[in-house]
Each structure stands twice: as C-alpha cells, then as structure tokens.
C-alpha cells in the first residue's frame, strides 16, 4: 500500500484522480481538481495510505523515510491524547461492535495481542453430546445427571471431545497470514513486523477463512481465545483482508478536531498547572437582583515564568494559512478581547495582584533551529497609550509543530524555558 504524505487545509492537485463519495466527503474537498483534505491522521483511500499532518508541520522536502518516522510521531500523539476527538475505536472490550470499520485500531490490538501472546497454536477440539470422539469424564459427570440402575449410576449424555487437527493447523496459517497482511499494509506505522513460521503456509480464501474462524469460536470454552479469535474474524469481516476491493475505501484513525490535540500538547509542554485555574474569577449571573449561575472564564494554560511572574497562554490551532509562507493566522477580535479579561480579571484577584503578567499566543508553524524552534511573529495592544498601560501587549508566538508534538509524547517542559528566553 502506497503512503501519500499531505498538511491539513493546504491545496494540492488531485493528481491521483480521487473522487468525492458520501463516505469520504467530510475528511477531504475537491474543486477544479484542487484537492484539499479536512482532517489530521490516516484515512485509506483507492488502495493508498492518506497521512495528514497537521497546520505547520513541516512535510516538503523531506525523504520518504523521514515522512513514514513523522508519521509514526503523528499517530502516537493522537493515541496518547485518546479522547472522543479522536476517531478511534476503543478496544478495553471486545465486542466486534465497537470497531467501527477503524483499520489501524484493530490492526493495532491484533499485533499487541500477538506481542503478548504469540501465534494462536491451542489444539482446538469439538465438544459435543455423545458426538464423535474420546469421553471427558470431568466434564461428563460434572455437567450431566446419571440414572441409578441396578445400584449403579449410568450416564446416559457423554461428553464426547474430538481434536479438529486440520482446523487447527489451519487456524495458525490464518492468522499468521492476517499478520502478514497487518505488516504488509501499515506494518511500518505501526513499528510491526511478523516473525517468520516453519509450517508451509498456503493461502486462505476469504469464505474458509470465516468458517474457520466461526467453527472455532463455536467449540472452544476458553474466553482469552475466543476474544482473540474475534478480532481475526471482525479483521475479516471488514474485508481488510488481502485485496479485497470491497471496501477499499476506509477509516484509519483521524481527527477532525486537531486544536483540541494542540491545545493539550501546549497545556503539556508549558506546564499548565491545574491549581492556577482554581483560583480564576467567575462571573456571576444574576435575575431579579439574586444570583443564580457562576460561569467560569477559562483560559488555556496558567503558568509561572518565576515566582512573580504569571504567563497566560492560549494555544491557537487555524485551519487556514496566510499565502505559502507557512506563517500562521493571526488570532481574531474575540480571542484577543478574552486574553485582555484573562488578564484584567486575573491581576484584580487577591492570589494574582501583587504578580506581573504576560499575555501569550502560541500557534503551530514551521520555525528553524536557529531561534530555538520558537519566534515571536507578531504584538497585539492598544493604540490608546493609557490602555496600552494597563493591559500591555499580547506576544503572538509560533512555535515549531514537530518539535512540540516530540516534546509532548515525553511530557517534556524544555519548550516552556525556551520560550520564556523569547520573552526576556
């Protein structure tokens, strides 16, 4: 499968001929053959692999090995923040229900059930009532009831067990071979490779594949094997199963919502601390003169740059760039306006009063090494000099993408220092 590298809401020509359908018309658009896609993950779209990455990250120019390592970046900061943003199927339990047609989260919980416990190899036997077969007489006497003739006790229901031993061969083949259809799709994405076996391994066809699959979870009582052996038969199902083209056209694990996924990565690696919020005004509404509701002003990230200096932060995320320069969008009236309350309401607290405070936006863009993966690209204040004294400037920040989704998957607080040796 063939990995396409794209940046979200930036125009592309649709070289590759995609077309519009009713499954896919929310992730991507297409006008006068522009296309431009809507989302930031992994989408499988007429057999190629679609990775999104989000505004400001950095894509052109870079070699395919480096695109599939970013990718690899991409997806586990959307697995870490895991919140219903994300579409993704849970997989706590394994109700075939809940996977939604979502390829690499079961993709992803077939290969960590293979880590953990190996290839399926449990000698899978049929169980019936006086069927075919050797008698269990553990089972026999504990799940049936005798007859007493001739003061003795008589069964006259035996539990009768058979090994099925050419299912269970090809119940190994199987999923081996789903496996290697994991590793052959987007085992690089997922960092999996599938460890060679020494049977001979014939192909299985779509039909005995469910059959095996279905017989087998019909005669087995062990539930670990029947959880794992329905996430090969959903696999199946799904028809990610070889080359099928039946479904050729599939959610992988995306979002439609990557400012929430920002906003968390900033809240992580400037150190946003929970007890700051706590102490923030309220507003109070009011109806016929008693008050009723308190409604909370909520910034993104309360921060200390020391001890007497409180940094208010918010992490902006825009689905649009100015021209091709890569630089952000500057943040509007109201994002502005609510900084400028941030700030009134916080330096009139009682906790905050005697504290110097900085406004701050931060937004995702494309920033070299050589200022630290973090610039200042604009200021923000009024043009009324008693107004511009008392609520100063809001420093608008662009800080590298990459780098700050690397920072994030290791809960680092390195960006919240260098961004405060910008402010000095």
Known sequence: MRTLFFREYTKYTNEWEFIEKDSTKDHFEIKNNIIEFKFCGFLNLNDYLICVFPKGFLIENKDPATLQENAQLLIKVLKKYNHKSIQNTFTNNHSIERYNNNYVSLANEITRDYRKHGLITQTIKSRRINGPGKTNWNKTIKKTLPILTNNSLMYLDLINEKTLKSISSELIQLHWLILKDIEEKVGWLLEFQAIPIQINVKKINISRAKSILKKTISTTFNQRLIQRLKLLYQYIKENFYGDSKTNNSFKILYTFSFDKVWEKVCKVIYNDLAELHERVPKYIWTRNDESYKETSIIPDILTYHDKDTLMIIDAKYYPELEGKSGESKLPPSGDISK??????????????????????????????????????????????????????????????????????????????????????
């Open 339 to 424: 900084q400028f309350i941030y700030r009134k309401a916080l330096s009139l607290s009682p906790d905050f009063i005697n504290k110097s405070i900085v406004n701050i936006f931060i937004l995702p863009g494309i920033v070299s090494e050589k200022v630290n993966h973090t610039q200042e690209i604009a200021r923000v204040g009024f043009e009324n000099p008693l107004l511009l004294a008392d609520l100063h400037d809001i420093i608008a920040f662009q800080v590298d993408a990459e780098l700050a989704m690397r920072e994030y998957l290791i809960t680092s607080t390195r960006m919240k220092h260098v961004l405060i040796a910008n402010l000095i």
